[in-house]
């Protein structure tokens, strides 16, 4: 079975549409998808209604990767197999969405006194439901103040950058409440791409658990095998589910839908849970 539990779709900062992405991932042959858009739900839907109706072999899981704060680091967790109409859930998500509305008004109010114009109706227009910086990356190339969106990050949307702006995202163990309060599944999103010492990644995993976590993503085709060693043997003390994902934005050369993602044999699969 070939399985992808991290994807994101035009609802948040994807290229291809829900109904795109769900064919994509016909093509590649993934059995199991989720679709996980930050703080954003809103993909779900016609998603499970492109695979009826182009009658696809295709399982989608419900799926979110809400932005959280821990310790000065923005901490990823994925929601799985959750009720998607669960009341609690979708005040979370709300809240979210209101924080990411707020922070993009900061960010072009920084770019406005940049001598950058106000680029709030621009953005606005790129993206569908869930606003970040990368759409005022984006929005920057197109407008030709920049070559191409790294370098958007690097002038102006990185960490200590003018444009910068510190989110105001839920806590770790928030997002794991409101998870599991609508029947899902907790897991840590690409553990193996934080900026972080192995001290510091065993205090991530120890508050993850102690919280109500139950799984971690284990794979990535571009990570270095002795971080993945670590992260590996960091969640089997754990006893942690394991999951794969992507973390699909775009055709690419380097991630593709469901490629690159074999489950080491000795850690028991988060879709056992599903």
């Known amino acids: 079975m070939r399985v992808d539990l991290h994807s994101h779709s035009t609802f948040s900062d994807g290229v291809l549409t829900p109904e795109q992405l769900v064919l994509r991932a016909g093509q590649m042959q ?22 009826a109706r182009h009658n696809l072999r295709l399982t989608l899981v419900p799926g979110i990767e809400f932005s959280t704060k821990w310790h000065g ?7 799985l197999n959750f009720n998607g109409s669960d009341q609690a859930l979708l005040k ?3 809240q979210q969405q209101q924080k990411r509305q707020e922070r993009a008004e900061k960010i072009a109010r920084k770019l406005a006194h940049l ?19 990368m759409h005022f990356a984006k929005v920057l190339v197109a407008e030709k103040k920049c070559k191409d969106a790294p370098a958007a990050f690097t002038k102006y949307l990185s ?21 599991k309060d609508a029947g899902g599944v907790a897991c840590l999103a690409h553990p193996f791409h934080y900026d972080m010492k192995t001290k510091w990644l065993r205090r991530l995993f120890d508050d993850f658990v ?5 799984a971690t993503e284990l794979i990535h085709p571009r990570v270095s095998p002795t971080k ?47």
Request: charged share 25%; proline share 4%; net charge negative.
């Open 159 to 179: 960490k200590n950058k003018a444009a910068y702006v510190s989110p105001d995202w839920l806590s770790i163990d928030q997002a794991i409440a409101a998870i």
């Open 115 to 133: 001598n950058i114009e106000d680029l709030s109706a621009k953005v606005a227009k790129v993206s569908a439901k869930s606003i970040s910086r």
């Open 73 to 79: 680091f923005e901490i990823h967790i994925l929601g």
């Open 210 to 214: 102690n919280w109500g976590g139950e």
């Open 228 to 274: 993945l060693n670590v992260i590996q043997d960091i969640a089997k003390e754990h006893k942690l589910y394991a999951s794969v994902g992507s973390d699909f934005h775009a055709p690419n050369r380097w991630t593709e839908l469901g490629r690159k993602l074999t489950l080491p044999s000795n850690f028991a699969p988060i879709w056992d849970r599903f």
């Open 92 to 94: 979370t998500i709300a």
């Open 30 to 51: 993934v059995d199991l998808l989720a679709i996980t858009d930050h703080d954003c739900i809103d993909a779900i839907a016609p998603a499970e209604e492109a695979i």
